[in-house]
């Protein structure tokens, strides 16, 4: 799968940003990380690429917070090199084109998918 870098994230979160169409992909709010809504169907998006450096490197638990924001905040920001981010996937919705990250969550007995909306406002090129 490509590598998409800073740059590339920017502009796909800029074109998102101008997207005004209603969707059933925004019909609920994922300005912050959430479990896949049910009203979603994974079969309307494509993957279009990785935040993931090294699929065979373990990226680092550490989240960017210097705000005091938290993983389930909607202002939280959008680090490509900090948890969740360095390990999620780029969407692009088929119906309207709207970008999202994903990420596979595994906990102790279960894995959960889970989506956010790519934002430029929150994107943060902050190095690890």
């Known amino acids: 799968m490509k590598k998409i870098d800073f740059a590339q ?3 796909l979160a800029q074109a998102s940003a101008g997207i005004a ?3 059933s992909c925004n019909a609920v709010s994922l300005a912050a990380w959430q479990r896949l809504p049910t009203s979603l169907e994974l079969d309307r998006f494509e993957e279009i690429g990785t935040l993931m450096d090294d699929p065979y490197d ?4 550490a989240e960017y917070h210097p705000h005091g924001t938290r993983y389930e905040s909607d202002d939280a920001p959008i680090a490509p090199r900090y948890y969740p981010c360095n390990r ?3 969407a692009r919705c088929l119906d309207c084109g709207r970008h999202y990250l994903r990420y596979n ?4 007995y279960f894995t959960e998918l889970r989506i956010r909306a790519l934002q430029p ?3 943060v090129d902050a190095a690890l």
Do not use: V
């Open 9 to 11: 994230l920017m502009q």
């Open 21 to 23: 169409a209603p969707c």
């Open 58 to 61: 373990e990226p680092t638990f």
């Open 88 to 90: 999620s996937q780029l």
């Open 105 to 108: 969550e595994a906990g102790g």
């Open 121 to 123: 406002g929150l994107l």
